[in-house]
């Protein structure tokens, strides 16, 4: 049996990335024009905003949670979030969730793993990068990472927050962040992190200058491997 896949968004690009790649790489796995079932709920971005402003990561919980309860009455069988950030809230969510859930960081980790990466450039918004989201699950499996400066931070928080997640991809948000993926590779890393779920719109293998771990792609293939397996 096909699982039903329930997919708790947050912001719309990152959100969208996934249910696409789901729908059209299902099709490698189920046949032409095939894939699981997917029903998707997002509550307004702004009350996530919200919250993440105030540091208040019991909000974020709760608005996860109603999301993943709605989910649950539409007869998804597990969840998944495409966003990073608020995976910080994972540890209050996940216990009380009503159905089991795929962790975006442990995917990560588990294709950095498999891949032999050794140590890893984190990029993402600055709650996501300030974070141990991705260190607690990187240092379970041996693997180092390098945090952008405060300043490229502030700057890669920017570009995330004021333009990708509201659909603006530019050339100038593009080279910064090759900039700072470069100095990341100079300072050991072997590979990126697109640790927002709104990054790989805009960097690829292709275009940056260490290979690239995409959290959202990652993630919508796990979901379709779970969705195939029936557990």
């Not at 690009?13 to 894939?35: D, K, S």
């Not at 950030?85 to 089991?100: C, G, N, Y």
């Not at 959290?215 to 293939?221: H, P, V």
């Amino acid at each position: 049996m096909v699982q039903h896949i329930g997919i708790v968004a947050c912001s719309a690009e990152g959100a969208a990335l996934c249910y696409r790649t789901i729908c059209v790489e299902g099709a490698e796995i189920f046949g032409v024009h095939a894939h699981p079932e997917i029903t998707m709920h997002t509550p307004p971005f702004a009350a996530y905003v919200a919250c993440l402003n105030k540091g208040d990561w019991a909000g974020v919980s709760e608005l996860m949670l109603s999301s993943a309860n709605k989910l649950a009455q539409a007869g998804a069988d597990f969840l998944i979030c495409p966003d990073n950030t608020i995976h910080q809230a994972f540890p209050r969510f996940e216990p009380v969730a009503p159905l089991p859930c795929l962790h975006i960081a442990e995917v990560v980790a588990n294709e950095a793993e498999a891949k032999g990466f050794k140590c890893l450039a984190l990029t993402g918004t600055r709650w996501l990068v300030d974070s141990e989201v991705y260190p607690e699950k990187l240092s379970k499996r041996g693997i180092t990472f390098v945090r952008p400066t405060e300043e490229a931070r502030i700057e890669i928080n920017r570009i995330i927050m004021d333009e990708l997640v509201q659909s603006i991809f530019t050339d100038a948000a593009v080279g910064y962040f090759q900039r700072i993926i470069g100095h990341l590779k100079d300072d050991g890393c072997d590979a990126v992190v697109l640790g927002c779920t709104e990054i790989p719109l805009i960097i690829n293998d292709n275009n940056s200058p260490l290979p690239t771990l995409d959290s959202t792609r990652l993630l919508a293939r796990a979901a379709l491997r779970r969705a195939a397996s029936g557990t």
